[in-house]
């Protein structure tokens, strides 16, 4: 049975940094594709980062400069370093696997098959 559970996530003023965790079970994690996704309350569900089976990331523009995602296949984790936050991130945040998956074009939502229940980010200005 494969498991995401997404972890980190809380409220911050703007500027702040937060890092969101997502444990992964059920699948070879060294071999899956991962991605972070966000859902804020009456918009789209958007893709804001995604990490190959070969390590190679992309990142929207709309965090590219302030995030990083990694993985540690040790820890079978996923990681999404955010910097620089600001009240447009407010969102729900959820992490997705493909796996034996050695890349993706970008972090969209078609590309991955499991899905983690989310963990709530919240920017005060």
């Known amino acids: 049975q494969v498991q995401l559970v997404e972890s980190g996530g809380g409220s911050v003023q703007a500027g702040g940094s937060l890092r969101l965790s997502c444990a992964v079970s059920g699948i070879t994690y060294s071999r899956a594709c991962m991605g972070w996704f966000r859902q804020a309350p009456g918009k789209e569900r958007e893709g804001v980062a995604a990490i190959g089976g070969d390590g190679t990331t992309t990142y929207a523009d709309s965090v590219k400069g302030r995030w990083s995602i990694s993985k540690d296949s040790a820890k079978n984790t996923l990681y999404l370093q955010m910097n620089s936050l600001i009240p447009e991130d407010t969102a729900m945040y959820y992490c997705?696997?493909?796996?034996?998956?050695?890349?993706?074009?970008?972090?969209?939502?078609?590309?991955?098959?499991?899905w983690g229940q989310g963990t709530q980010v919240t920017v005060s200005s």
């Open positions: 997705a696997a493909q796996p034996w998956c050695t890349r993706v074009p970008g972090p969209a939502a078609r590309f991955f098959v499991y």
